[in-house]
Nanobody, 125 residues
Framework: QLQLVQTGGGLVQPGGSLRLSCVVSGLPLDDFAVGWFRQAPGKEREGVSS????????DYADSVKGRFTISRDDARSTVFLQMNNLKLEDTAIYYC??????????????????WGQGTQVTVSS
């Protein structure tokens, strides 16, 4: 069974940066593709970014392209989401998720089997 534990998040001013981490345990991270999702109050869950096993391919939502970067360190069993130039509309609970389909690069939540606990990101002046 794969477990995902998220760290990072918090309160930041517009234009600031945060880095989210998703630490995986139970199974080797390199057997999994990973995605990041977010859900703002009153809104549906939105796919933010994804990365295949070994990091061959990445995807980004149009709303975060050029500002967010997904990366993975399989030796540390960790996937990162670096968020720069944060905007008010980035405020949400962020979730990491994993799929055993190694080549998956999807921003659809239903494609992922395992989920982290979520972490709050608040962008406010």
């Amino acid at each position: 069974q794969l477990q995902l534990v998220q760290t990072g998040g918090g309160l930041v001013q517009p234009g600031g940066s945060l880095r989210l981490s998703c630490v995986v345990s139970g199974l080797p991270l390199d057997d999994f593709a990973v995605g990041w999702f977010r859900q703002a109050p009153g809104k549906e869950r939105e796919g933010v970014s994804s990365i295949t096993s070994r990091g061959y391919l990445t995807d980004y939502a149009d709303s975060v392209k050029g500002r967010f970067t997904i990366s993975r360190d399989d030796a540390r069993s960790t996937v990162f989401l670096q968020m720069n130039n944060l905007k008010l509309e980035d405020t949400a609970i962020y979730y990491c998720a994993a799929s055993p389909v190694r080549t998956l690069h999807s921003l659809v939540g239903a494609d992922y089997r395992y989920w982290g606990q979520g972490t709050q990101v608040t962008v406010s002046s």
